[in-house]
């Protein structure tokens, strides 16, 4: 096992012990390179399925529970859970009729122990953490990777700073990072900002738990590993997800050529990025064409968790959507809004960024870009508890238009 740059051009291989945030020779990010292993489909999907009946910490995680395919460094006894990824894969009839289509689940990450998908990624780079022996812990954030590190940081012992642009993040994720012991470090301006800062201030003792850390991909890349066991192995026709630092897109990308290469799923899911028409440097880069993004100085989106106009891991994404033969396209505030309203509607809720995932197949679907009766699973990525301010602002919105559609959809 090793660390490798994420270009498959470049061939750089480093010790997976190397700190590195980036490949030293063309200055890509690293991934984990897993090696091939003696996988047999078949019995790894029956090996996973006995161990939700036992009771080895690991076993009860469900993200470690799919350790075939996460580094093998780690004593038992050394990994640092919260029973994360045990999280359902819900229907959802109303928001499936109020985009026009027959077939949505949500996959909620927002029902993870602190409420967001970070909690995937956390447990293994926290892990990995104390396995380095490491004694203080980073991230910039938007909110949510910093209440998730706290967490985990904390149970593992190890001290954690989080840098949080000031005033732009939601009470209750600063709140949280709070009541988990963090050191708080307020920056003037985006969530962009913050990251600089981090990466500027922070000395080698310090190690760094943003998403370009190739550990945390490597744990959110179980998400799909879960999904497709709900579905009975049987992939969706799209897999939706909302994008802010493009991290999620490469962890899932990466997970669907591991699961294609072992023969765990026949078939490819089409992935799709949604971010909001505000922060959407992606989608941006994805309709010109040219494979080169430029940076939103000024990222605005009441979505707070995406509001973020330098992704770092586009590279690792545009793999993503290109091997999966997907795609990307923004959504607007209202849009948001009023897949949000119906998402809470059904009794399932998310945060706001979540909801762009509704809005982005709704708009698929009027665009004819997407077929009614294809298989959807959206990806919700935060709980809505994670952003009461915006539900009580936007509840000065009248709703009963809303409701009109979904009734009078016909679906
Ligand atoms: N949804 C939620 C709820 C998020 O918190 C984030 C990112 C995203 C989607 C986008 O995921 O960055 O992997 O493309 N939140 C980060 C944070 C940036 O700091 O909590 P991504």
Redesign the pocket.
């Known amino acids: 096992m090793h660390l490798r740059c994420s270009d498959g051009q470049c061939s750089t291989l480093l010790d997976i012990r190397d700190r590195a945030l980036s490949c030293p020779r063309c200055g890509d990010l690293l991934e984990v390179g897993l090696g091939p292993g003696p996988f047999d489909a078949d019995s790894l999907k029956q090996i996973w399925l006995e161990r939700r009946i036992s009771s080895d910490p690991r076993d009860r995680s469900g993200i470690w529970r799919f350790r075939e395919f996460l580094p093998d460094l780690y004593d038992p006894g050394a990994v640092v859970t919260l029973e994360e990824g045990n999280v359902p894969l819900l229907a959802a009839p109303a928001s499936s009729r109020y985009a026009g289509l027959d077939h949505l689940w949500f996959k909620h990450l927002g029902w993870n122990p602190t409420g ?3 909690d995937g990624g956390m447990t293994v780079a926290v892990t990995q953490a104390r396995h380095l022996g490491a004694t203080q812990v980073a991230s910039a ?6 209440a998730s590190m706290a967490a985990y940081a904390a149970r593992a012992g190890i001290a954690a700073r989080v840098y949080l642009p000031q005033g732009a993040i939601s009470m209750a994720k600063l709140a949280q990072s709070i009541d988990y012991g963090a050191e708080i470090v307020q920056v003037e301006g985006n ?1 962009d900002s913050a990251l600089e800062r981090l990466l500027r201030s922070a000395g080698p003792e310090v190690y760094f738990l943003n ?1 370009i850390n190739p550990f945390r991909i490597e744990g959110q890349k179980i998400v799909v590993f879960s999904l497709m066991e709900q579905l009975d192995w049987k992939p969706p026709d799209y897999i939706v997800l ?8 490469s962890a899932f990308g990466k997970a669907l050529q591991e699961l294609k290469a072992t023969g765990l799923i026949e078939k490819v899911p089409r992935m799709v990025v949604v971010q909001a028409e505000g922060a959407n440097p992606f989608v941006r880069m994805w309709q010109s064409g040219i494979p080169r993004l430029e940076v939103i100085r000024e990222p605005r989106t009441a979505a707070s ?2 509001c ?1 106009g330098a ?1 770092r891991s586009w590279k690792k994404a545009l793999r993503a959507l290109q091997f999966t033969g997907g795609l990307c396209l923004d959504v607007s505030e209202e849009e948001i809004a009023e897949a949000k309203a119906v998402i809470g509607g059904e009794g399932i809720g998310c ?1 706001p ?2 909801a762009t995932t509704l809005a982005g197949i709704r708009r698929l679907i009027r665009q004819k870009k997407m077929d009614p009766a294809a298989t959807v699973v959206a990806v919700l ?2 709980h809505a508890l ?1 952003d009461t301010d915006y539900i009580i602002r936007a509840q000065k919105r009248p709703v009963s238009s809303i409701e009109s559609q979904i009734s009078g959809s016909g679906v």
Not at 141 to 146: H, L
Not at 242 to 249: M, R
């Open positions: 967001s998908f970070k954030s938007t909110g949510n990777t910093a969530f998403s909302p994008g802010g630092n493009l991290g999620n897109a968790a995406i973020i992704p945060e960024a979540s990525t935060g994670k």
